[in-house]
């Protein structure tokens, strides 16, 4: 399994009970868990984007994202914002055109969420595998080799 960034711990294939219990909302307003979101696909991989509207970074790498979305369409995208707003968050859905499953976490970088799995930049790709263990915990850029070896090697093991 390929393997990122060491500042992680690369021993844990799931996520923490905090993670899997943290409440997002939807963009109707509906509050789900991380665990029910990754339970509604199980059986395919899901990419994970942790990202903000405030974050210069996270839109650079809109454009790659999207290739990858092209690239890879049997993946799931998932969107966990940590915008400072919801207003923001769903404009910034609109105004970027990002397709996927958009849910929106109202706490910062250093929250509780953020503390369960290690986020220490923004965006951060997590890559879940079919069976909902976590094949990639870390890459900061969507076109990261290490991101899109774990993507082919979960298309190739289908």
Known sequence: MPKTEKTIDES????SEVALKKQFE?????????ENILTQHQGKPVVIDVWASWCPDCIKGFPELKSLQQKYPEAVYVFLSLDRAVEKWK????KYELSGE???????MKGEFGQSIELDWIP???VVDAEGNIALKKAI???DPILINTLESL???K
């Open 102 to 108: 958009h849910y929106y976490l109202n706490e910062t």
């Open 12 to 15: 844990k294939d799931s996520f």
């Open 141 to 143: 850029v969507a076109n």
């Open 155 to 157: 298309q190739t093991t």
């Open 26 to 34: 939807t963009p109707n307003g509906d509050f789900v868990s991380l």
């Open 124 to 126: 951060r790709y997590i």
């Open 91 to 94: 404009e910034a859905i609109e």
